[in-house]
């Protein structure tokens, strides 16, 4: 059961929120095969003057699972992660950053 910290700043709405929370989760059921009901995260959300990051909506994924997934199951993972990150924060550059779960 792995444990997904998302870290944004204060000022999002509850849809854009509930929106990273859900797909996050959907990324974890396909890619790792969790059940869906097996469900542990946390949102933390920063000042703007507390929190620093590229483009003008930062948000930092950090996903704790246990060892042993090779790096077939991340690819997934990684590539729903982009996915989940673009569609709640529509972006105005391609530049393809690196999700947590690369590792």
Known sequence: MPLVY???????SPEYKR???????GALVEAFKIPDHDRQQILREHAPEDFEGRGAAPTIVSIT???GRSREAKEPLEDSCLKVRHGAQPRSSSRRERCPAQG
């Open 65 to 67: 699972a246990f060892s």
């Open 6 to 12: 998302i870290d944004i700043r204060k000022g999002h």
């Open 19 to 25: 929106a990273i929370l859900d797909g996050l989760h």
